[in-house]
């Protein structure tokens, strides 16, 4: 098992590399969305001159409630 793996190292240290990279950007794009939310941003990016779902995104009603 040991010189099956000294055989191989540079494929396993490229799949590891790899697994890292796709790890912490899965991580990150979670992070952000997270942040996203608890700071009143939609996924949208809430254009709602072109949007149907307006009346269900919840930045577009604060920004309503905010103007009344």
Known sequence: MFSLLCVN???VAVGIVVAVIL????GGYIGYKIWAKKH????CG???GNCTGCG??????KQND???
């Open 9 to 11: 190292v540079a494929e």
């Open 56 to 61: 269900i995104c919840p930045s577009a009603n």
């Open 66 to 68: 905010k103007s009344k």
């Open 46 to 48: 809430c254009d709602c």
């Open 40 to 43: 009143g941003k939609c996924g």
């Open 23 to 26: 790890v912490g950007g899965i």
